[in-house]
């Protein structure tokens, strides 16, 4: 029988912990899986809502477990003589060769027990600068949703309990698994911006929260018609301090990043799918071929056909 214990900690997100309760839960139905919620004391814990969240037992008496999923939580210091007999115990369960994954803010906890140090991790973007200054020792990349280095799983980003819960799944059991029940879930696991444009980088290496709330939002809406008037209203900006704070912040406007997001998705697509030049174009927001066209010759210094073909002739000879 597999086991995984969910390492839960107060001040919580609830859906940090109940998100992978309910994916895992719904493997146990099918796989020999063993779910424990483990908590430092053994009580419950409260959620950043007001959600009183069970355990089944004090992590002092989980024993040994195939894999540990740390969720997200805000409060490390409420009893520092367990937090340091709970990474003690995260660190022998490494050890003993047991996958370690931590989810959002989760990851800090991972990274105080000190087996991140030279190793990479991912990080939601809002909370990179302060980690790295926090951990130096650490190689933070937030351009992925998920990373796995050396048995540790580091997992960001609005679907982290999902991707997180869908791994450990696929590496316990297998790839068949684990799309099952995102099937039977109806779990969508193609919508991970981080994963998809890591070429947008730059223009996220800012401290503007505000800003990175709304890029986050046009990163999963880009394809969509953006109306900077409403956009703006929903930040509680005017269009032209909303227009200038984000150019201040990412040193782009709102509309030059949508078009940014739109060609790094026609990239994406043009490399990894055999989707028509038409169909891409429909697919990332544009109205007419021919204005896609232009702009992507304009941003990639080349036709979408041509870089096609670039990118698969490198592909071959990778293989070769």
Same mark, same amino acid.
């Given at each position: 029988?597999?086991?995984?214990?969910?390492?839960?900690?107060?001040?919580?997100?609830?859906?940090?912990? &109940?998100?992978?309760?309910?994916?895992?839960?719904?493997?146990?139905?099918?796989?020999?899986?063993?779910?424990?919620?483990?908590?430092?004391?053994?009580?419950?814990?409260?959620?950043?809502?007001?959600?009183? +969240?069970?355990?089944?037992?004090?992590?002092?008496?989980?024993?040994?477990?195939?894999?540990?999923?740390?969720?997200? @939580?805000?409060?490390?210091?409420?009893?520092?003589?367990?937090?340091?007999?709970?990474?003690?115990?995260?660190?022998?369960?490494?050890?003993?060769? *047991?996958?370690?994954? %931590?989810?959002?803010?989760? +990851?800090? =906890?991972?990274?105080?027990?000190?087996?991140?140090?030279?190793?990479?991790? *991912?990080?939601?973007?809002?909370? !990179?600068?302060?980690?790295?200054?926090?951990?130096?020792?650490?190689? =933070?990349?937030?351009?992925? *949703?998920? +990373?796995? @280095?050396?048995?540790?799983?580091?997992?960001?980003?609005?679907?982290?309990?999902?991707?997180?819960?869908?791994?450990? !799944?696929?590496?316990?059991?297998?790839?068949?698994?684990?799309?099952? @029940?995102?099937?039977?879930?109806?779990?969508?696991?193609?919508? =991970?911006?981080?994963?998809?444009?890591?070429?947008?980088?730059?223009?996220?290496?800012?401290?503007?929260?505000?800003?990175?709330?709304?890029?986050?939002?046009?990163?999963?809406?880009?394809?969509?018609? &953006?109306?900077?008037? %409403?956009?703006?209203?929903?930040?509680?900006?005017?269009?032209?301090? =909303?227009?200038?704070?984000?150019?201040? %912040?990412?040193?782009?406007?709102?509309?030059?990043?949508?078009?940014?997001?739109?060609?790094?998705?026609?990239?994406?697509?043009?490399?990894?799918?055999?989707?028509?030049?038409?169909?891409? @174009?429909?697919?990332?927001?544009?109205? *007419?071929?021919?204005?896609?066209?232009?702009?992507?010759?304009?941003?990639?210094?080349?036709?979408?056909?041509?870089?096609?073909?670039?990118?698969?002739?490198?592909?071959?000879?990778?293989?070769?």
């Amino acid at each position: 029988m597999k086991h995984i214990v969910l390492l839960a900690l107060n001040n919580q997100s609830g859906s940090a912990l &109940i998100t992978p309760l309910e994916i895992l839960s719904q493997v146990a139905e099918s796989q020999d899986l063993k779910l424990t919620v483990a908590t430092l004391s053994g009580g419950p814990v409260v959620s950043r809502s007001g959600l009183e +969240i069970a355990a089944d037992q004090p992590l002092a008496e989980v024993g040994s477990a195939d894999a540990i999923m740390i969720t997200s @939580c805000l409060d490390y210091q409420s009893d520092p003589e367990q937090q340091t007999a709970a990474l003690c115990w995260l660190r022998e369960q490494h050890r003993q060769g *047991t996958l370690v994954g %931590a989810l959002g803010t989760g +990851i800090v =906890f991972m990274a105080l027990s000190g087996l991140l140090e030279n190793r990479t991790a *991912t990080a939601d973007w809002q909370g !990179v600068s302060r980690l790295r200054e926090a951990f130096p020792d650490v190689d =933070f990349d937030p351009r992925h *949703t998920l +990373i796995e @280095c050396d048995g540790l799983v580091s997992c960001a980003g609005g679907y982290a309990g999902d991707v997180l819960s869908l791994y450990m !799944v696929e590496q316990l059991f297998d790839k068949d698994t684990a799309e099952r @029940c995102a099937a039977e879930l109806m779990l969508d696991t193609e919508r =991970f911006w981080q994963n998809r444009h890591p070429g947008l980088l730059e223009y996220r290496l800012h401290r503007d929260n505000r800003i990175h709330a709304v890029q986050s939002w046009l990163d999963k809406h880009f394809a969509e018609k &953006i109306n900077l008037e %409403a956009l703006a209203r929903r930040n509680s900006m005017s269009q032209r301090n =909303f227009v200038r704070r984000f150019k201040e %912040a990412c040193g782009e406007t709102p509309l030059g990043y949508v078009q940014r997001l739109r060609i790094e998705e026609a990239k994406r697509l043009l490399e990894q799918s055999d989707l028509s030049v038409e169909a891409i @174009c429909d697919r990332v927001g544009y109205l *007419t071929e021919s204005h896609f066209r232009q702009l992507f010759k304009r941003y990639v210094k080349m036709t979408p056909a041509r870089y096609r073909g670039q990118m698969s002739g490198q592909a071959r000879s990778g293989r070769g």
